[in-house]
T-cell receptor, first 115, second 111 residues
């Protein structure tokens, strides 16, 4: 079956603009995660959804970042008033249940560049 | 706060060699540990998942071990091949949905 997909694959935006990044998880996976990865570093946890609700959003760096998953499938990560420091690869992952019990499967990522 | 360290940061070996990658973590109260592979410019591919109650997992030429009490995991790759060249990341899960990653070991296998 299809894996995790993310759109767009690349996004270039100007400082101060608003962006939305989309994640389509594997069908039937109830858990969904967002991470961001800077060059040469491992992914950094942002937020975890179980179903429609954010079960853990402790990794969101500030209130400019927000994520939704209204129907328990597709998720959108929203970044307001983008800053150059937001430039990174944003990775989405999904699993059959919480990652404490199940493997995470990752999408190819969205490379965000803020100019 | 969980911290995950991977040593070495980079490793270069000749084809055919057996090798070990290391992952250490500071908080032993984990649910599981997962090893991933990442090719340049790509997402992560899951290799092995070890639950906290397990000591090791094997898949083909890969063997991962877990010693929770000492906060260590190793990934053993047998008979390395040039196609194994990639960055290897370990991730530790210390609550139901949050994983902490190391910064990875970049492996180069020379033909």
């Amino acid at each position: 079956g299809a894996g995790v997909s993310q759109t767009p694959s690349n996004k270039v935006t100007e400082k101060g603009k608003y962006v939305e990044l989309r994640c389509d998880p594997i069908s039937g996976h109830t858990a969904l995660y967002w991470y961001r990865q800077s060059l040469g570093q491992g992914p950094e946890f942002l937020i975890y959804f179980q179903g429609t609700g954010a079960a853990d959003d402790s990794g969101l760096p500030n209130d400019r970042f927000f994520a939704v998953r209204p129907e328990g499938s597709v998720s959108t990560l929203k970044i307001q008033r983008t800053e150059r420091g937001d430039s990174a690869v944003y990775l989405c992952a999904s699993s059959r249940g919480p990652s404490g019990d199940y493997e995470q499967y990752f999408g190819p990522g969205t490379r965000l560049t803020v100019t | 706060k969980q911290e995950v360290t991977q040593i070495p940061a980079a490793l270069s070996v000749p084809e055919g060699e057996n090798l070990v990658l290391n992952c250490s973590f500071t908080d032993s109260a984990i649910y599981n540990l997962q090893w991933f592979r990442q090719d340049p410019g790509k997402g992560l591919t899951s290799l092995l998942l070890i639950q906290s109650s397990q000591r090791e997992q094997t898949s083909g030429r890969l063997n991962a071990s877990l010693d929770k009490s000492s906060g260590r995991s190793t990934l053993y790759i047998a008979a390395s091949q040039p196609g194994d060249s990639a960055t290897y990341l370990c991730a530790v899960n210390t609550n139901a949905g949050k994983s902490t990653f190391g910064d990875g070991t970049t492996l180069t296998v020379k033909p």
